[in-house]
């Protein structure tokens, strides 16, 4: 069983930076992808970004590109989620998740994190 344990959330204004981090413990090896998912109050829980677990390759939802980068430390078991340009619409509920990766999502998720708030506001 992995455990995800996420921190970095807050109130931000628009416009400004926040970083996202996660931790994954509960397995030895680190051949996992990761990513990022949210959900914003009375809406769905929606993919954001993920990276493979070999970092060749990064995943983005549309409206985040160019403002958000994912990347994975140097212990490989952390991602991060370094988040500019912050807007409203961001505001959500912010969940780490490890799962496969098919074509451009993370289309299943194995193991979930409890979540961690990010307010921007206007």
């Known amino acids: 069983q992995v455990q995800l344990v996420e921190s970095g959330g807050g109130l931000e204004q628009a416009g400004g930076s926040l970083r996202l981090s996660c931790a994954a413990s509960?397995?030895?090896?680190?051949?996992?992808?990761m990513g990022w998912f949210r959900q914003a109050p009375g809406k769905e829980r929606e993919f954001v970004a993920a990276i493979s677990w070999n970092e060749d390759k990064t995943y983005y939802k549309e409206a985040v590109k160019g403002r958000f980068t994912i990347s994975r430390g140097d212990a490989k078991n952390t991602v991060y989620l370094q988040m500019n340009k912050l807007k409203p619409e961001d505001t959500a509920v912010y969940y780490c998740?490890?799962?496969?990766?098919?074509?451009?999502?993370?289309?299943?998720?194995?193991?979930w994190g409890q979540g961690t708030q990010v307010t921007v506001s206007s």
């Open positions: 998740a490890i799962g496969p990766i098919v074509g451009v999502t993370m289309a299943q998720v194995n193991f």
């Open positions: 509960g397995r030895t090896d680190t051949t996992y992808n």
